[in-house]
């Protein structure tokens, strides 16, 4: 499968810790996207990267979130000091044009 | 922020054609329009894109007026899989930050 790949697939956490998600984008493709989606919603853009540059955030980004990308590969998401309303689907996604191709997400539950 | 506009929702019948249109008045010159498909607990999957007239692929047609601030997504005979939440989104890499997901629009197709 040369799609997207996130892991986990499903996280349960206590509030207060701190979790991590990975995501391996599409070989060769050197941007990749950080999005949230709450349930009956959309997805809402997170973060950019080009290559390993960080180019975007959003004001959803709070402080306790941060996103990696080393080596303009594999990218992280850490959420520190986990909240209940951070429960959510996290999607990543990879482009090398105008088109972004998705992962199957990583669902978080906070509880 | 070029936001879109769809309906909540729709139903259709197997076997029916069903046209989805989506509203972006604020589109800008270089944006392209791009329409995905998106199962429960799953990321999105792209169907089409494109940037003006009339775009087909063996899933879909995507038709965009001269004006743009418009599209339609048509699927053709739809069958009981194609149940989904369809996302109208507008931009382009160049401006990342200006994606807009939106609600998106729930289809139910009965048999």
């Known amino acids: 499968d040369t799609g997207v790949s996130q892991d986990p697939r499903h996280k349960i956490t206590k509030r207060g810790q701190n979790v991590t998600f990975r995501c391996d984008p599409i070989s060769e493709h050197n941007r990749l996207y950080w999005y949230r989606q709450t349930l009956g919603q959309g997805p809402e853009f997170l973060t950019y990267?080009?290559?390993?540059?960080?180019?975007?955030k959003s004001r959803l980004l709070s402080d306790r979130f941060s996103a990696e990308r080393p080596k303009g590969s594999f990218s992280t998401l850490e959420i520190q000091r986990t909240e209940q309303g951070d429960s959510a689907m996290y999607l990543c996604?990879?482009?090398?044009?105008?088109?972004?191709?998705f992962g199957p997400g990583t669902r978080l539950t906070v509880l | 922020l070029a936001k879109t506009t769809q309906p909540i929702s729709m139903d259709s019948y197997e076997g029916q054609e069903v046209n989805i249109t989506c509203s972006h008045n604020?589109?800008?010159?270089?944006?392209?329009i791009t329409w995905y498909q998106q199962f429960p607990s799953q990321g999105p999957r792209f169907i089409i894109q494109g940037y003006k007239t009339k775009v087909t692929n063996e899933v879909a047609s995507l038709f965009i007026p001269a004006d743009r601030k418009s599209s339609t997504l048509s699927l053709p005979r739809v069958s009981l899989s194609d149940t989904a939440v369809y996302y109208c989104?507008?931009?382009?890499?160049?401006?990342?930050?200006?994606?807009?997901f939106g609600s998106g629009t729930k289809l139910n197709v009965k048999p």
């Open positions: 604020n589109i800008a010159t270089n944006d392209y």
């Open positions: 996604a990879s482009s090398h044009s105008d088109t972004q191709y």
């Open positions: 989104l507008v931009g382009g890499v160049y401006n990342f930050n200006k994606f807009y």
């Open positions: 990267f080009q290559n390993e540059a960080q180019l975007e």
